[in-house]
């Protein structure tokens, strides 16, 4: 399993209460708070850096195929 990350190190990644950070992208999608049902991500809304989980953030694997 890997290691969980602060929300200040993440480029790219995810948090399982459903919160997403993505650096590389336009400034409304950085920081998104998403509902989940299942296994099914949805209705995404921008979130500022400060309300996001500090702790317990999942790095993505950027590498494209």
């Not at 995810?14 to 993505?22: F, M, S, T």
Request: with cysteine; charged share 20%; glycine share 8%.
């Amino acid at each position: 399993m890997n290691p969980t990350l602060k929300a200040d190190g993440v480029t790219v990644g995810y948090h399982p209460a459903g919160y997403r950070i993505d650096k590389t992208a336009a400034a409304m999608d950085r920081y998104t708070q998403w509902q989940i049902d299942g296994n099914k991500w949805h209705s995404p809304k921008p979130v500022c850096f400060h309300s996001l989980p500090e702790d317990g953030w999942i790095q993505e694997n950027t590498i494209a195929e």
